[in-house]
């Protein structure tokens, strides 16, 4: 993947320019959602969907991201801060990708799922090519997973994973110091037991 030369300049400036946005919100879904909006436009590769094999006949180039915690119970996550219309979805912490991401704390870029064991689609609306999974740990712990996603194969690579990284780290202490975790308890409660 090229990178225009000014990349990590530019991603040092939206990383700044997020977090001095997120910090004025008084809600801590809506000061994550910055850095989830943030990694949509400037992660990846501009050229990926243009190349051979990174769209399959119908599909649509898009890119979107969310933050997935985990619930009090810690057997599932709720979807926060999304960009795609999820709405509070949840998935298992043992599922797919993003439950491998939880349960290994490890980060991970599937650049063609296609080719991954371990993928299983989420989204109902369009099929995800490429995705960057980041663990968002506080005080060791994880707390949840930070995805950007995309439906070109090839887009991400791992130093998108490695400033998602960091986008991440910014992302969950808006999060906890904004009340995330009474945030996600009440949604946990009005959504009522996770059927598993």
């Not at 399959?56 to 619930?71: D, H, L, M």
């Not at 119970?73 to 926060?80: A, G, T, Y």
């Not at 439950?99 to 296609?114: E, F, M, R």
């Amino acid at each position: 993947m090229t990178r225009p030369a000014d990349f990590h300049v530019r991603a040092i400036d939206v990383l700044h320019d997020v977090n001095e946005a997120a910090w004025r919100e008084s809600d801590p879904e809506e000061g994550v959602r910055h850095f989830t909006n943030a990694t949509r436009g400037l992660l990846g590769d501009p050229d990926a969907p243009m190349k051979p094999g990174a769209l399959k006949p119908g599909e649509t180039q898009f890119i979107v991201s969310a933050c997935f915690f985990i619930a009090p119970s810690r057997d599932h996550m709720i979807v926060f801060a999304d960009n795609f219309g999820l709405g509070r979805a949840r998935i298992s912490v043992t599922d797919s990708r993003p439950g491998h991401t939880v349960q290994t704390k490890q980060a991970a870029v599937v650049k063609n799922t296609d080719e991954d064991a371990i993928f299983r689609q989420i989204i109902k609306t369009g099929r995800v090519g490429c995705s960057v999974y980041v663990p968002v740990m506080w005080k060791g712990e994880v707390v949840g997973m930070f995805n950007t996603a995309s439906q070109a194969r090839y887009m991400f690579d791992e130093t998108d994973m490695k400033v998602q990284k960091l986008f991440a780290a910014c992302a969950v202490a808006v999060w906890m110091g904004l009340g995330g975790p009474d945030k996600v308890a009440a949604v946990a409660k009005e959504l009522g037991p996770w059927p598993g």
